[in-house]
């Protein structure tokens, strides 16, 4: 018989082959009286007949040939949202894992917050205080057009962009496994508190002395005032706090640096991912979790 002829014995090459049965055998009774019901032309109900029906999970999903299954980005499911869906526990487990990834967000930027109290008491110990002379008419500079309110606003710019520099960087490395948007607004927030308590803190040291020395201090004596910002604080709009100026650098900072090293991530998801030199076995040689990692030979 040419290979042109019709067999049918033959079952035809092709997708579903190996479920179709032999010619005569829909006849053949098999005591499966649960089979689902089928349309008028053969098609699933509820399924146009153009419409590709999903293969069954997990087998023949479509994975590009070649691909092992331990290989990096070879995902089964990514074609196939519905089968996703359809697995038990997935929608729990992804509202599970944003809730941890919102509480570890909220979490870092308390934390960063907090740190901007050391971070203020560094701002009054490095920035000058600005000469200050009682008079009869009340306390004046002693100089015109005094330099140290400038070089306190530079400190402290220097400070928050560097504290916003630096936390960019530790959130990046130490919740590796968080990497992402949470990462991102957990800084910028952190930042933008750790600026505004810096500020507070260290406007406040020496300033009761300060005050005091206004209200009692004889004409001719000379102090000091603290520290505090001109180009940056904080505007009320009814009950809203609105910062600006240098107040926001430390959330820039963060911001930046936090979206640059996203940018330079050798990962799409840029969190770690196993590395595939080769090797088939899950888990075993020829995975690499760590960059670098070689597998023994």
Excluded at 159 to 167: I, Y
Excluded at 231 to 249: E, F, K, M, R, T
């Amino acid at each position: 018989m040419s290979p042109d002829t019709p067999d049918p014995e033959r079952v035809a090459d092709g997708p579903g082959a190996a479920a179709r049965p032999p010619a005569g055998a829909e006849n053949v009774p098999t005591g499966d009286t649960g089979s689902a019901p089928t349309g008028t032309e053969g098609h699933p109900p509820g399924r146009s007949p153009g419409e590709v029906e999903p293969p069954g999970w997990p087998g023949g999903l479509p994975v590009p040939a070649g691909t092992p299954v331990t290989a990096p980005g070879a995902d089964p499911l990514a074609a196939w949202p519905g089968v996703a869906g359809a697995v038990p526990g997935a929608p729990a487990a992804t509202r599970r894992a944003g809730g941890r990834a919102t509480a570890v967000a909220l979490g870092a930027a308390l934390l960063l917050t907090v740190l901007g109290a050391p971070l203020g008491l560094l701002w009054a110990l490095v920035a000058p205080g600005t000469p200050v002379r009682m008079t009869a008419e009340g306390a004046v500079y002693a100089t015109p057009q005094p330099e140290q309110p400038i070089a306190a606003d530079g400190w402290f710019s220097l400070l928050v962009l560097g504290f916003g520099v630096l936390a960019a960087i530790t959130l990046w490395v130490v919740l590796r496994r968080r990497r992402g948007p949470a990462g991102l607004v957990a800084g910028t927030l952190g930042g933008l508190g750790a600026a505004v308590v810096a500020w507070q803190v260290g406007r406040r040291i020496g300033l009761g002395t300060f005050q005091r020395l206004l209200d009692t201090a004889p004409p001719g004596t000379d102090f000091t005032k603290p520290a505090d910002l001109r180009a940056g604080g904080i505007d009320w709009y009814g009950p809203l706090p609105v910062p600006h100026g240098n107040l926001l650098l430390a959330a820039f900072g963060a911001a930046v640096t936090y979206t640059l090293l996203a940018g330079w991530s050798r990962w799409p998801s840029l969190r770690p991912e196993p590395q595939w030199d080769g090797g088939w076995a899950p888990g075993g040689p020829g995975i690499s979790s760590e960059p670098g990692d070689q597998p023994a030979r």
